[in-house]
Nanobody, 124 residues
């Protein structure tokens, strides 16, 4: 059974940092694009960051550039999201997603597998 399991969320003060992890199981994702999305209450799920299978190509939403860094360790079948300088508006459930044998995109509908999400809460 293919699974993506996020971890690392929690409560942090504004200006703080968190590192999210997404561990994949059930198949190797080493040739797949991976991404992070987030969804705040009452809002649509929005793109955060994406990374190619090699890790060479990355994309970020404009509001995350310079603050968030996506990376991956294919040997561990894991993708990470380092979040720095967190703001209250970053509060959301963060989801990991995989696009099978594809290039990274910012479109939610392009992704084939999703995790259950991890809550990130940033207090002011």
């Amino acid at each position: 059974q293919v699974q993506l399991v996020e971890s690392g969320g929690g409560l942090v003060q504004a200006g703080g940092s968190l590192r999210l992890s997404c561990a994949a199981s059930g198949r190797s994702f080493s040739r797949d694009a991976m991404a992070w999305f987030r969804q705040a209450p009452g809002q649509e799920r929005e793109f955060v960051a994406a990374i190619s299978w090699s890790g060479i190509t990355t994309y970020y939403a404009d509001s995350m550039k310079g603050r968030f860094t996506i990376s991956r360790d294919n040997a561990k079948n894991t993708v990470y999201l380092q979040m720095n300088s967190l703001k209250p508006e970053d509060t959301a459930v963060y989801y990991c997603a995989a696009r099978i044998l594809g290039v990274p995109t910012m479109r939610r509908l392009d992704y084939d597998y999703w995790g259950q999400g991890t809550q990130v809460t940033v207090s002011s």
